[in-house]
């Protein structure tokens, strides 16, 4: 078969690289330099991002933690102040979108494994995409997407991914939720979750006032055609440790 012509996921530079880091942090809370420089503008070098973000910082849209790093090499995590969050509101590829913004150093390390764990993860599906010729961007990845599960009860997933294979003659939508492991997770940690899946695939909202059960349908049809795959993102360890953890969850899971 035929490759297909290489599609551009990242942002067309014809946009000013200063509104996509802006938005770029916006849609996902926290990001080194080198994660931004493979978002959006993996032809580009991480000196264009440096020059960018420092002037951003200099304006008071962003700031920065430092990574700690067991080599003391310094790595830069950044994310969008009060005043930069204000700024991207009304962006038109973040609208609907709730600001998450990052009041402090102290926050941004409290965030920053388990959130830049995620953005990996987007960006070895992006760079997968662009191999393939398919399409995931970075506007194609939603971090902590919250969804009721009837009871006052929510589910917060760590993303909602959204890729489009193409293909010669047609092109195939695929969303997943992904949850992302830093084998952190326990066995009984990975039953909860799936039991919120499984609630809130089954869960219907009632219209309020109303008694008696309505044939709405599930409630999760109001944002998606069909309920997305769970996609489990396992980091954090050796191969070897990781191997062991996927058999012992399959085997959990088949029981």
């Not at 150093?105 to 191999?131: E, I, M, N, Q, W």
Request: some cysteine; overall charge positive.
């Amino acid at each position: 078969m035929t490759s297909p012509a290489l599609s551009t996921p990242a942002p067309s530079p014809a946009e000013p690289l200063r509104h996509q880091v802006l938005a770029g942090l916006a849609q996902h809370r926290i990001a080194t330099t080198g994660q931004l420089r493979r978002m959006l503008r993996p032809e580009g070098t991480r000196q264009l991002l440096s020059r960018v973000l420092n002037k951003l910082r200099s304006d008071g849209f962003v700031d920065c933690t430092v990574l700690p790093d067991a080599n003391r090499s310094r790595t830069n995590v950044w994310y969008l102040t009060q005043e930069g969050s204000r700024l991207t509101r009304d962006l038109p590829v973040l609208r609907g979108r709730p600001p998450y913004p990052i009041t402090s150093d102290t926050a941004a390390s409290l965030k920053t494994p388990h959130t830049l764990a995620v953005v990996r993860a987007h960006l070895a599906s992006a760079a997968d995409a662009r191999r393939l010729g398919h399409e995931h961007g970075p506007w194609d990845w939603t971090p902590e997407v919250s969804h009721s599960i009837g009871e006052g009860d929510r589910i917060v997933a760590d993303a909602v991914m959204y890729y489009t294979v193409v293909e010669t003659d047609h092109r195939r939508k695929l969303r997943a939720f992904v949850e992302v492991d830093r084998t952190t997770m326990s066995s009984e940690r990975l039953a909860v979750k799936l039991i919120e899946y499984a609630r809130l695939f089954q869960y219907e909202a009632q219209p309020v006032g109303r008694r008696r059960p309505t044939a709405a349908g599930p409630a999760w049809l109001r944002w998606y055609p069909v309920f997305p795959r769970l996609l489990f993102v396992l980091t954090g360890a050796s191969r070897a440790r990781l191997d062991n953890r996927i058999r012992r969850h399959l085997i959990w899971l088949v029981r």
